[in-house]
């Protein structure tokens, strides 16, 4: 068995990171077997090494080698590109072709960019894993085929698998051994050894001198993020081998030729909601059900009472927390409430004087208010609880942001929280 430095060597892979070591090695150990294996990794980072490893390795060495970009192949034709297809079975079919799988029988298949493929292709190569049959298009006849079949991805497969764009049994057939390669960033100590065998390679190639980078612009290629990899890494070192007539790179020649390098920053994006996350139609028409209700209620007792009584100013003082949580909140808090900067006057409720006689007539007349007042719907009442406890939970009980996500003022807030006893 050859060692990594030697594997390195002879298939021009530079580097001396750990993960890539790693890599190497499980791809020499898995060579001598026909076990199915799946490359990952980020687009650039040189997954296409990895199949010519196990295949020149293998007892199928002398045998066929093909690589297919499943990316690169028409839905509609893949089919026939990989299986085959008989004379007449489709528009253009002139003639019967052998596909990919027939050719290489004996050999080894690097299927590129596996995800891509068509959940039709899928099971006719779930097939091929499990017993090596496959049919060509178009045919009846049961055909058999031995072949290493490779695959490799840039694509997050469970991500794939839940969107239902790549079936689970096929993802598990294929990633019997699973070799990952690390991207471009988290290799640091490889990034200017690269970029010195690629800068020998074109200086070599263009005829003319290899061109050096000063410290700082090792600082800058060293701290850039190389989306695009090695590939990326290459392109680079390719354009200024070219363009750049002073053959010593300073840090601001090069950062001219990396794409936005003041903003190369990670972000993390969520991609799913939370459950918790007021995301249905439901939910919000649920929270603006619960507020109007509430509210309601508050204007029919504070009518009621005002109705009864007939002092507007007694009135105005006996139910000044009601008419704060409907109109606003005032300069004075309660005394277990945290004190709020924020200011605003009382609403003051004109002065009407009604006589008694007619406040009983109302009173009686609208009597049907305190009912409508102390019934409560079930549902209504679990969704308001609901949704309180969500948002307290979300923001770690801090009463300000949960109000402001709940679309209700902090001194509703807490007295919701008392009336729940939360």
């Given at each position: 068995m050859e060692s990594v430095q030697a594997i390195k060597q002879r298939f021009g892979i530079i580097g001396n990171n750990a993960a890539l070591n790693r890599a190497i090695e499980k791809a020499i150990q898995v060579s001598p077997t026909d076990i199915s294996v799946l490359v990952t990794g980020e687009s650039g980072v040189g997954k296409e090494s990895i199949p010519k490893i196990i295949h020149q390795l293998s007892h199928r060495k002398h045998n066929k080698y093909i690589a297919v970009n499943c990316g690169a192949i028409p839905e509609g034709t893949i089919d026939s590109e990989?299986?085959?297809?008989?004379?007449?079975?489709?528009?253009?079919?002139?003639?019967?072709?052998?596909?990919?799988?027939?050719?290489?029988?004996?050999?080894?298949?690097?299927?590129?960019?596996?995800?891509?493929?068509?959940?039709?292709?899928?099971?006719?190569?779930?097939?091929?894993?499990?017993?090596?049959?496959?049919?060509?298009?178009?045919s009846s006849k049961v055909?058999?085929?031995?072949?290493?079949?490779v695959a490799a991805t840039n694509v997050n497969m469970f991500e794939a698998i839940q969107k239902e764009k790549f079936r689970e049994d096929l993802f598990y057939r294929l990633s019997t051994v699973d070799i990952h390669?690390?991207?471009?960033?988290?290799?640091?100590?490889?990034?200017?050894?690269?970029?010195?065998?690629?800068?020998?390679?074109?200086?070599?190639?263009?005829?003319?001198?290899?061109i050096k980078l000063t410290d700082q612009a090792v600082q800058v290629l060293l701290k850039h993020r190389w989306a695009g990899n090695v590939r990326q890494l290459r392109n680079?070192?390719?354009?200024?081998?070219?363009?750049?007539?002073?053959?010593?790179?300073?840090?601001?020649?090069?950062?001219s030729y990396l794409p936005n390098s003041k903003t190369n920053l990670p972000a993390v994006i969520k991609t799913s909601k939370a459950e918790s996350d007021f995301s249905s139609e439901r939910e919000?028409?649920?929270?603006?059900?619960?507020?109007?209700?509430?509210?309601?209620?508050?204007?029919?007792?504070?009518?009621?009472?005002?109705?009864?009584?007939?002092?507007?100013?007694?009135?105005e003082k006996k139910n000044e927390s009601l008419i704060q949580k409907i109109y606003g909140s005032s300069d004075e808090d309660d005394a277990e409430y945290e004190e709020t900067t924020e200011e605003s006057?009382?609403?003051?409720?004109?002065?009407?004087?009604?006589?008694?006689?007619?406040?009983?007539?109302?009173?009686?007349?609208?009597?049907?208010?305190?009912?409508?007042?102390?019934?409560?719907?079930?549902?209504?009442?679990?969704?308001?609880?609901?949704?309180?406890?969500?948002?307290?939970?979300?923001?770690?009980?801090?009463?300000?942001?949960?109000?402001?996500?709940?679309?209700?003022?902090?001194?509703?807030?807490?007295?919701?929280?008392?009336?729940?006893?939360?």
């Amino acid at each position: 068995m050859e060692s990594v430095q030697a594997i390195k060597q002879r298939f021009g892979i530079i580097g001396n990171n750990a993960a890539l070591n790693r890599a190497i090695e499980k791809a020499i150990q898995v060579s001598p077997t026909d076990i199915s294996v799946l490359v990952t990794g980020e687009s650039g980072v040189g997954k296409e090494s990895i199949p010519k490893i196990i295949h020149q390795l293998s007892h199928r060495k002398h045998n066929k080698y093909i690589a297919v970009n499943c990316g690169a192949i028409p839905e509609g034709t893949i089919d026939s590109e990989l299986f085959g297809h008989e004379k007449g079975s489709f528009t253009g079919a002139t003639q019967t072709r052998e596909g990919y799988f027939e050719v290489a029988d004996g050999g080894t298949i690097f299927l590129d960019e596996v995800g891509e493929l068509p959940l039709t292709t899928q099971v006719r190569l779930l097939r091929v894993l499990e017993n090596g049959e496959f049919l060509k298009v178009g045919s009846s006849k049961v055909q058999k085929t031995n072949v290493r079949i490779v695959a490799a991805t840039n694509v997050n497969m469970f991500e794939a698998i839940q969107k239902e764009k790549f079936r689970e049994d096929l993802f598990y057939r294929l990633s019997t051994v699973d070799i990952h390669l690390p991207p471009l960033r988290d290799r640091q100590e490889d990034i200017h050894l690269l970029f010195r065998k690629f800068a020998s390679d074109f200086a070599l190639k263009y005829k003319m001198p290899t061109i050096k980078l000063t410290d700082q612009a090792v600082q800058v290629l060293l701290k850039h993020r190389w989306a695009g990899n090695v590939r990326q890494l290459r392109n680079i070192a390719e354009q200024l081998s070219v363009l750049e007539q002073n053959r010593t790179i300073t840090a601001e020649t090069l950062q001219s030729y990396l794409p936005n390098s003041k903003t190369n920053l990670p972000a993390v994006i969520k991609t799913s909601k939370a459950e918790s996350d007021f995301s249905s139609e439901r939910e919000i028409l649920y929270k603006v059900l619960f507020d109007m209700k509430s509210d309601l209620n508050d204007l029919k007792k504070l009518t009621l009472e005002l109705m009864k009584n007939g002092n507007a100013k007694e009135v105005e003082k006996k139910n000044e927390s009601l008419i704060q949580k409907i109109y606003g909140s005032s300069d004075e808090d309660d005394a277990e409430y945290e004190e709020t900067t924020e200011e605003s006057e009382l609403l003051s409720i004109p002065e009407h004087k009604i006589d008694h006689s007619e406040s009983l007539n109302k009173s009686d007349k609208y009597h049907f208010a305190e009912e409508i007042q102390e019934e409560e719907t079930l549902s209504l009442h679990d969704k308001e609880l609901e949704l309180i406890k969500k948002s307290l939970e979300r923001h770690n009980g801090k009463r300000k942001l949960a109000a402001a996500e709940l679309g209700i003022s902090e001194r509703t807030l807490y007295r919701k929280i008392k009336q729940y006893d939360l």
